[in-house]
């Protein structure tokens, strides 16, 4: 049986392809274009959360919000942190949560760890969802994306842990979240994923 890690490795040799999660209604991608191809082509509207209507400063509760009628809440044990619109643990090491209500089908995040002067640092990302679901991966930056997809159970929550390749301490940051919701979700391989298939063609031709 293939485990969520091994998984999640495959899924970023292969940004533009979709792997199970730690169930077979959960799909998820590390590669944005294609998660917004793959949102917007089964109908759902995507709605960003950049964190900026957010105070610098520290929020010992967290912090809340609400972006096209979808509430999140954002707690880490040790308070919650905001600067230039980015959200983080203020304690490194913690896990950052989001809560989102109602449920939704597709949430995604640019996610990373950042050090004590806020800036980016090379991590290991372990991204959890309400159901388990968990991706174990690499972030560089606040460019770094991973989305997810679900075909069956709403996802509720987000939770995020990092930590540190280096000698430094790193603190669970979120740059923006999207958020994606209508009716049913076809499973990815329903939808054609041009990209995917023409990379495939290829590599068949080549071994030709």
Known sequence: MRSPALIAVVSALVPAGFACAGTTSVFYTVNQAGWTAYATGAGASISSESFTSISDGYYASGVSGNVA???????????????????????????????????????????????????????????????????????????????????????SSLSVTVSSIGSSTAYATADNLYFATVGPVPAPGALALPGVAGLASRRRRRGA
Do not use: K
């Open 69 to 155: 009628g979808i509430s999140w809440t954002a707690t880490a044990s040790g308070g919650v942190s905001a600067l230039s619109g980015l959200v983080s643990a203020s304690t490194g090491s913690a896990t950052l949560e989001f809560a989102v209500s109602p449920g939704v089908n597709r949430i995604a995040g640019n996610l990373f760890g950042r050090d004590s002067s806020w800036a980016a640092v090379p991590a290991i990302i372990t991204v959890t969802l309400s159901d388990s679901t968990t991706y174990i991966g690499y972030a560089n930056g606040p460019s770094d994306f991973i989305g997810f997809y679900s075909t069956g159970a709403t996802i």
